[in-house]
């Protein structure tokens, strides 16, 4: 079973922030916080991961709470393209283990 | 990069046939590479781990002798789905651990649809 909990969808308005919320209540210390998204039709792409600081690329911001049981996704201006459903997983780093999908958060961007 | 390819991109098939997906790894070397499959309306599901020149190690309930994985080269790994089944039409994904980057990546996915 997947070790997080995501609202089963949002809405975000075309240019806004996109603010995706993870709970991961039993994460392990050596767990690391996973994104992926899924545009329709196409494999998982990876975004971004993070153990306990916040984290940021080209495509959006990981902001975990200092007790790490909760995770924040950022997109921080949304485009249509954005719409997909948000995997939050948590496993350890290095990539060599299954990773658990649940059923992610749909966000739509609506224009 | 970290581009992971899949083919067929989709491939429809009679009943009693065997179906071969490969999975490349382009721009890394990849000695772990996972088989996912993915339902309509689903999250994904793991299938099977391929690691490269062993025998790969499946999931419970998958059956290793319906679902063949060879994982000969660090950018190859197959699975060939034998003697299909209308059930058997699925989304099939894999996806390649990169160890410089320290996560996965996945490919586009084979849509298979069996008749």
């Known amino acids: 079973d997947a070790k997080t909990t995501q609202p089963p969808s949002m809405d975000c308005a075309e240019g806004r922030a996109a603010n995706l919320p993870c709970n991961h209540s039993?994460?392990?210390?050596?767990?690391?916080v996973y994104w992926y998204r899924q545009i329709h039709s196409q494999g998982p792409q990876y975004i971004i991961h993070?153990?306990?600081n916040n984290e940021t690329n080209e495509m959006a911001s990981l902001i975990i709470t200092e007790d790490r049981k909760s995770s924040t996704l950022i997109l921080p201006h949304a485009t249509l393209r954005d719409t997909a459903v948000y995997y939050c997983i948590v496993g350890p780093q290095g990539g060599s283990e299954k990773l658990v999908f649940g059923k992610g958060t749909k966000l739509t961007v609506n224009p | 990069g970290a581009v992971v390819s899949q083919h067929p991109s989709w491939v429809i098939c009679k009943s009693g046939t065997s179906v071969k997906i490969e999975c490349r790894s382009l721009d890394f070397q990849a000695t772990t590479m996972f088989w996912y499959r993915q339902f309509p309306k689903q999250s994904l599901m793991l299938m099977a781990t391929s690691n490269e020149g062993s025998k790969a190690t499946y999931e419970q309930g998958v059956e290793k002798d319906k679902f063949l994985i060879n994982h000969a080269s660090l950018t190859l790994s197959t699975l060939t789905v034998t003697s299909a089944h209308p059930e058997d039409s699925s989304f099939y994904i894999c996806?390649?651990?990169?160890?410089?980057?320290?996560?996965?990546?996945f490919g586009p996915g084979t849509r298979l649809l069996v008749l």
């Open positions: 993070g153990l306990k």
């Open positions: 039993t994460i392990s210390g050596n767990e690391y």
């Open positions: 996806s390649a651990k990169n160890t410089r980057k320290e996560t996965q990546y």
